[in-house]
Nanobody, 126 residues
Framework: QVQLVESGGGLVQTGGSLRLSCTTSGRTFSLNPMGWFRQAPGKEREPVAT????????YYSDSVKGRFTISRDNAKNTVYLQMNSLKPEDTAVYYCAADTRLNYGMAYVASEYNYWGQGTQVTVSS
């Protein structure tokens, strides 16, 4: 059974930091793009950050650029999202995703990803 399990979410004050982890099991995603997406109440799911298979190429949305960092450790089957200088507008459910239809490349939008985790809540208080 293929699983992507997010952890590390929680409640933090404005300006604080959180580190999200996404651990995969059931198959390897070491050659595939992976990404973090988020969805706030009443809004569509949006990309936050994505990475290619080895972390050599990354993408960040304008809203998080300079504050968030995506990384991956293929030996540990884990993708991370380090979130610094958090703002109330970062409040959302954060999802990890993998695109197994593509090796070595990059994937940027939710429709490209075919494996998803269950999400972890991040709440930033003002």
């Amino acid at each position: 059974q293929v699983q992507l399990v997010e952890s590390g979410g929680g409640l933090v004050q404005t300006g604080g930091s959180l580190r999200l982890s996404c651990t995969t099991s059931g198959r390897t995603f070491s050659l595939n793009p992976m990404g973090w997406f988020r969805q706030a109440p009443g809004k569509e799911r949006e990309p936050v950050a994505t990475t290619n298979w080895n972390g050599g190429s990354t993408y960040y949305s304008d809203s998080v650029k300079g504050r968030f960092t995506i990384s991956r450790d293929n030996a540990k089957n884990t993708v991370y999202l380090q979130m610094n200088s958090l703002k109330p507008e970062d409040t959302a459910v954060y999802y990890c995703a993998a695109d197994t239809r593509l090796n070595y490349g990059m994937a940027y939008v939710a429709s490209e990803y075919n494996y998803w985790g269950q999400g972890t809540q991040v709440t930033v208080s003002s």
